[in-house]
């Protein structure tokens, strides 16, 4: 089910009704209603919404596969209220007069039109079809429109002069779309200006309806959410053709797009399968928007034509095409053998401008594009077990395929792909794919490159034993998995057809997807390692420390001002940066894990001598970031079914402080906190934003949260530890000849302790030790030189590769001055 943070138009049609019901029943009460309710318990409200024995069976046949049951918090409702009692209760509020005569809150009078102009509409668009409707379903559906006309019409006198024209918006209309009176709940200003209704939880639901109507409605209101989120992908991918947004960004957007229709699906499915299954509905919905606009949809040109092809148009906006040729290949498939497309429909070609094409060859383009792809997702979906990164289009051929029928999620999914190709047609077919292999080569060869320099200077800490080598190994494994194009090797040995990596050419939302799992599993390992080995926090603070001092003049370490900006003060400093060399050394005791206490003035201590004191929080170290990444990184896994929770929407909803403008033809980025604050009346209702969205606005926010993200999940830990290494070994060899004259000639027991140097140069600095005739700052000013000649050979390559691969980067000015290109 859909996570309880976000909100179908199906729902948000629901929960108007509950608070109809709701608001009725507290208000006639509130006023003494003397007449005993006819109800009923509904859904508890701690009940788990987990479906069992023979419902859950028929959900995963239905849906293709599992049933999602970590998207808790979705709204129940205690009690059913009879509708032959909506009258009587708004007959009695009517009649109230003592103290003075109900008033009407704004949206309820606003809910009330809409629920009543939304369901009137259904009638009429069943009948464009031609099908003949159950009387007894038509007259249940007269009947309860008739009860809430009834309601509006006792309640009107206590209406005022509200215009209610203005406390909703609809749907535009659209050529192909005959439903564009179905309400998709976008409130106007008045509509959100309007006093709140004292109604946070309603407690009342209408008795439930199931009629053939009741589902097709259901289905419409799917359909709407689904030309809503499809708009959106489109958009996005465009965004991406035009360069504003990353591909990995646009990737996981799309493909958890797919999910939250899977799940939307999962919502309505009961209500759908009682009367005749998604299919059915499909179907209803083609023929309806080709009648409605005056096509004949059983009408072929060609005795081989499997639609007319006057009507490509409108089977492409219903899906349709989608639906057959999904359908065409599950029928012919045979378990245990992979399909080799036949080229009934010719090749897919993608330097054609679909634009320019006539209706057949526009549909010969997408069956071909469709069959031979779909031959590929077999191969990875039943063949590559061990595949760390699924995307819904290949999982859900795969349960396809072990369903025995076609989900409307996986129609939906397979008409994504084809938007998808008519947008990234020419020069750009191929971008996402090279992309791919840019960053699997640069993980790799930065994940090689530390590897080698550890193993040629011998180097090992207690913290990383060689066990932990297997962790990079398998990743550096990962990237290397696409190289040899192991679908077409695979098809090779059996003597089947196949295109050089038609996969990867084609399916451009994997090849984000793979680059986005690639990416933060390289964050997570590259901060992990970082943490074990310490090296990069402390020469951080050196360096901190000497452009403080201006020993450095004026030369810039871009790397390490890049990983500041990234991960911020407060990762780096304990209670900020430090303003002095006193305090350059208490952080440095603190970020190695001595506690506070150590600095007590000596009047406030105890007598006599106290060894260290250790801090309960231990060592500081850097941290992983990218919240948001690094969570749908868990949800590509094929265990994983890429379900989201009601805590995952939050934390999207919260993370993403940017939004969405455009200027011409450009997609622009901004952050919210560029923005003027809103004034304190408007506060609250902000916040209420950010804890619910639709899906298509949820789905949006996401992209813009991944997006703002990129330069976290790609900077380079690994070279920044050899860089850093490599510094902290040349001011060792600079100052070892003064180090063992003013300390110990053991002053560093083993290789480990390296990121001592940096505290023996603070604690000479901040007079801890004094030795006559020299300065405190001479070991930092000796330092110098060798810092210097890293930072000219090294500093700013991690700089210069995300430039080169487009990565946004945040360099050092403050958050208010922070940009993202």
């Known amino acids: 089910m859909l996570p309880g943070a976000l909100e179908s138009t199906y729902e948000r049609y629901k929960h108007d009704t509950a608070v109809l019901s709701s608001w009725l029943v507290q208000t006639a009460k509130r006023y003494g209603y003397p007449t005993p309710l006819e109800v009923t318990s509904g859904a508890p409200k701690a009940k788990s919404a987990r479906l069992k024995g023979k419902a859950r069976k028929q959900m995963n046949k239905t849906a293709g596969g599992r049933v999602n049951t970590a998207t808790s918090g979705k709204r129940r409702y205690e009690y059913i209220l009879a509708i032959k009692d909506f009258v009587p209760l708004a007959e009695f509020i009517a009649t109230v007069n003592r103290p003075k005569p109900v008033s009407i809150p704004p949206r309820i009078t606003t809910t009330l039109s809409r629920v009543i102009r939304v369901r009137k509409s259904f009638s009429t668009m069943l009948e464009k079809e031609g099908s003949a409707v159950d009387v007894d379903s038509d007259v249940k559906h007269s009947y309860f429109v008739g009860i809430l006309e009834k309601v509006r019409d006792v309640l009107k006198p206590l209406f005022g002069a509200l215009d209610l024209s203005e406390m909703y918006e609809t749907v535009p209309d659209t050529s192909v779309n005959p439903f564009s009176e179905l309400e998709v709940y976008e409130p106007s200003e008045a509509f959100l200006n309007a006093p709140d209704v004292d109604i946070t939880t309603p407690d009342y639901v209408p008795e439930p309806e199931d009629t053939m109507?009741?589902?097709?409605?259901?289905?419409?209101?799917?359909?709407?959410?689904?030309?809503?989120?499809?708009?959106?992908?489109?958009?996005?991918?465009?965004?991406?053709?035009?360069?504003?947004i990353?591909?990995?960004?646009?990737?996981?957007?799309?493909?958890?797009?797919?999910?939250?229709?899977?799940?939307?699906?999962?919502?309505?499915?009961p209500l759908i399968n009682k009367h005749g299954g998604f299919l059915r509905f499909i179907h209803l919905y083609f023929a309806a928007t080709c009648i409605t606009l005056g096509k004949d949809y059983k009408k072929t040109e060609r005795p081989s034509d499997d639609i007319n092809l006057d009507t490509y148009d409108i089977a492409d906006h219903c899906m349709f095409s989608a639906w057959q040729c999904l359908d065409a290949f599950r029928r012919a498939h045979a378990p245990g053998h992979f399909q080799a497309?036949?080229?009934?429909?010719?090749?897919?070609?993608?330097?054609?401008?679909?634009?320019?094409?006539?209706?057949?060859?526009?549909?010969?383009?997408?069956?071909?594009?469709?069959?031979?792809?779909?031959?590929?997702?077999?191969?990875?979906?039943?063949?590559?077990?061990?595949?760390?990164?699924?995307?819904?289009?290949?999982?859900?051929?795969?349960?396809?395929?072990?369903?025995?029928?076609?989900?409307?999620?996986?129609?939906?999914?397979?008409?994504?792909?084809?938007?998808?190709?008519?947008?990234?047609?020419?020069?750009?077919?191929?971008r996402p794919f090279e992309e791919m292999k840019v960053w699997n080569s640069t993980i790799?060869?930065?994940?090689?490159?530390?590897?080698?320099?550890?193993?040629?200077?011998?180097?090992?800490?207690?913290?990383?034993?060689p066990s932990n080598d297997a962790i990079l190994k398998q990743l550096i494994g990962v990237c290397d998995f696409w190289v040899d194009d192991p679908i077409g090797a695979l098809k090779q040995r059996r003597s089947m057809p196949f295109k050089p990596f038609l996969f990867l050419h084609r399916h451009a939302m994997f090849c984000g997807l793979w680059i986005h799992y690639v990416r933060t599993t390289f964050h997570e390992?590259?901060?992990?390692?970082?943490?074990?080995?310490?090296?990069?926090?402390?020469?951080?603070?050196?360096?901190?420390?000497?452009?403080?001092e201006a020993l450095l003049e004026a030369a810039r370490w871009d790397d390490m001002e890049l990983l500041l900006a990234l991960q911020g003060a407060n990762a780096f400093f304990v209670?900020?940066?430090?303003?002095?060399?006193?305090?350059?050394?208490?952080?440095?005791?603190?970020?190695m894990g001595y506690s506070a206490a150590n600095w007590v003035p000596p009047s406030r201590q105890k007598k006599g001598?106290?060894?260290?004191?250790?801090?309960?929080?231990?060592?500081?170290?850097?941290?992983?970031?990218?919240?948001?990444?690094?969570?749908?990184?868990?949800?590509?896994?094929?265990?994983?079914?890429?379900?989201?929770?009601?805590?995952?929407?939050?934390?999207?909803?919260?993370?993403?402080?940017?939004?969405?403008?455009?200027?011409?033809?450009?997609?622009?980025?901004?952050?919210?906190?560029?923005?003027?604050?809103?004034?304190?009346?408007?506060?609250?209702?902000?916040?209420?934003?950010?804890?619910?969205?639709?899906?298509?606005?949820f789905v949006l926010k996401l992209a813009l949260a991944l997006q703002a993200e990129v330069?976290?999940?790609?900077?380079?830990?690994f070279s920044m530890h050899i860089t850093c290494w490599s510094m902290l070994e040349s001011i060792r060899k600079a100052l070892d000849g003064k180090l063992r004259e003013l300390f110990a000639p053991d002053y560093l027991e083993d290789a480990s302790q390296l990121p001592f140097v940096v505290g023996y140069i603070f604690m000479a600095a901040a007079r801890k030790e004094v030795w006559p005739g020299v300065d405190p700052l001479d070991l930092m000013r000796m330092a110098v030189p060798p810092v210097m000649r890293v930072i000219e050979r090294r500093g700013h390559s991690i700089r210069d590769k995300l430039e080169k691969v487009g990565i946004a980067h945040v360099m050092e000015g403050g958050d208010d001055d922070d940009e993202t290109c």
Request: glycine residues 6%.
């Open 213 to 244: 109507e009741d589902a097709y409605f259901a289905f419409c209101a799917l359909f709407q959410d689904v030309l809503s989120l499809r708009s959106r992908i489109s958009r996005l991918w465009n965004g991406y053709k035009s360069g504003s």
């Open 246 to 269: 990353h591909l990995a960004a646009v990737s996981v957007a799309a493909n958890t797009t797919i999910n939250l229709v899977r799940q939307m699906e999962e919502d309505i499915a």
């Open 341 to 430: 497309y036949n080229g009934q429909f010719g090749e897919y070609d993608q330097s054609l401008d679909s634009a320019q094409l006539s209706n057949r060859m526009k549909y010969q383009q997408d069956k071909a594009a469709l069959l031979e792809i779909l031959g590929d997702i077999t191969v990875v979906a039943l063949v590559f077990k061990a595949n760390p990164c699924e995307d819904e289009f290949t999982r859900g051929v795969r349960l396809m395929l072990e369903a025995g029928e076609v989900p409307f999620w996986v129609a939906f999914a397979a008409q994504i792909f084809l938007d998808t190709l008519r947008c990234l047609q020419g020069s750009n077919a191929l």
């Open 444 to 465: 790799a060869d930065s994940i090689n490159t530390v590897m080698a320099f550890h193993r040629e200077a011998k180097l090992r800490v207690k913290n990383w034993p």
């Open 525 to 548: 390992s590259g901060t992990i390692f970082t943490m074990a080995w310490g090296t990069t926090l402390y020469t951080g603070h050196l360096y901190h420390a000497m452009r403080r």
């Open 575 to 591: 209670g900020g940066p430090p303003r002095d060399v006193e305090r350059d050394f208490k952080n440095y005791c603190l970020c």
């Open 609 to 697: 001598q106290r060894p260290p004191l250790a801090s309960t929080a231990g060592p500081r170290s850097l941290k992983t970031q990218a919240d948001v990444s690094m969570r749908f990184m868990q949800l590509l896994g094929t265990e994983q079914g890429g379900g989201m929770t009601t805590e995952d929407v939050k934390l999207i909803l919260a993370a993403s402080q940017w939004t969405e403008t455009r200027e011409g033809d450009q997609i622009v980025m901004e952050k919210e906190s560029s923005t003027p604050k809103p004034s304190a009346s408007s506060k609250r209702k902000d916040e209420l934003k950010k804890e619910e969205a639709t899906p298509a606005e």
């Open 711 to 717: 330069a976290e999940v790609s900077f380079d830990y």
